[in-house]
């Protein structure tokens, strides 16, 4: 089990991951509200998923690299998950539109 640190860096990494994206990519920004919960769910499931193939944190406690791994797989899987979020709601905008 992943230790509190861990996951409260990939929660904050994540949202901030997210928010980065929709700055980065305005047209799939969700506002800062809707970016912040993408990037944490994202910043959750990509720290995790890093996990599972062996790339994540350690369950032998807090060290250099669970920590750094959580920042990474956090703030990339909040990233992520904002613009995947992001380019189903422009898709769909579009569609209503048309």
């Known amino acids: ?25 305005k047209d799939w ?8 919960i993408a990037g944490i769910l994202g910043g959750g499931l990509g720290a995790q998923l890093l996990g599972m193939l062996g790339l994540g944190a350690t369950p032998a406690g807090t060290n250099l690299e669970s920590v750094i791994s959580s920042i990474v797989g956090g703030g990339v899987g ?16 579009k569609k209503a539109s048309a």
């Open 78 to 93: 909040g990233a992520v998950l904002m613009a995947i979020v992001g380019l189903i709601k422009q898709a769909m905008t």
């Open 29 to 36: 920004s969700l506002g800062t509200i809707g970016n912040s």
């Open 1 to 25: 089990m992943q230790g509190t640190l861990e996951i409260i860096l990939q929660l904050i990494c994540g949202a901030i991951g997210g928010n980065v994206a929709g700055a980065a990519k």
